[in-house]
């Protein structure tokens, strides 16, 4: 009799369990992921791509957005940008920032400085932007991620799947919709995004083809001008303002890997020899 209930119950748990992803799954926004040179445990940042998402964060995003933790110089960094620091100082000349020592307040920008916001207060950024104020980019693609359903999300440990923010960002930024569904109530002053959580989002398509035109590295082919390209690259290099360090970090954490294997080989030898001998 307690076999037949506790069979029951366990079925009626595991009914229940059955269902609730279900009905999560409606709610689950679908974000396609995509190939990044820095997934997997090998993976590295594409300096190439680092410097056109550069671009893009410079000539589009940073209107609205700030980067506050990055400093002029980590553009020079191995595994970044690799701009060199003749280009890092000719780049931080272009830009003034605040500084009460300065006569004035402002003087011109040098390497070790942060990113200068394009707003001087938070209430100044919301005035300019219709109420909403846009997030800081510094560590954003890791605070965003995707959501899979269930079961799919049980593979992402597997895979050591790591790259939510990034195709999130990507996801958001080619998500928008000239006219929204007949059901959906878009308010005024926003626009449709089916990537965004609600789909009504305040910021307008910041992306079109052919914005922007990329220089072509010498021996390096030239990449398409459209908002896909232009999505993934500033995806890629918000990934790099996040994660600096990724290809350090993987490069340790395989290392460790290693040795724990290596260290639990040496132990099992080790306790074959002591007990060797000896009945049990």
Known sequence: MFNR????????????????????????I????????????????????LQRGFQVFREVCASCHGARLIAFRNLAEEGGPSFSEEQVKALAAEYEVNDPAAEGGTRTAVAADRWPSPFDTEQDARD??????PPDFSVLAKARGVHDAFPFWVFNYFTGYSEGGPDYIHGLLTGYEEE?????????GKYYN?????????MAPPLADGLLSYTVAEGQA??????????TDVAAFMMWMAEPHLAGRKQTGFVVLLFLVLFAGLMYGTKRKIWEGIEH
């Open 5 to 28: 209930k506790t069979l029951l119950a366990t079925l009626a748990i595991v009914a229940g369990l059955a269902g609730l992803p279900a009905q999560a799954a409606e709610d689950v």
């Open 30 to 49: 679908h974000i396609e992921k995509q190939s990044w040179s820095f997934a997997g445990i090998f993976g590295t940042y594409d300096e190439n791509q």
């Open 128 to 133: 300019a932007n219709g109420g909403a104020l």
């Open 180 to 188: 929204a569904p007949e059901h959906f109530e878009l308010p005024e």
């Open 194 to 202: 089916h990537a965004f959580p609600g789909h009504a989002i305040g």
């Open 222 to 231: 030239a990449v398409p001008e459209t908002v896909d390209q232009y999505a």
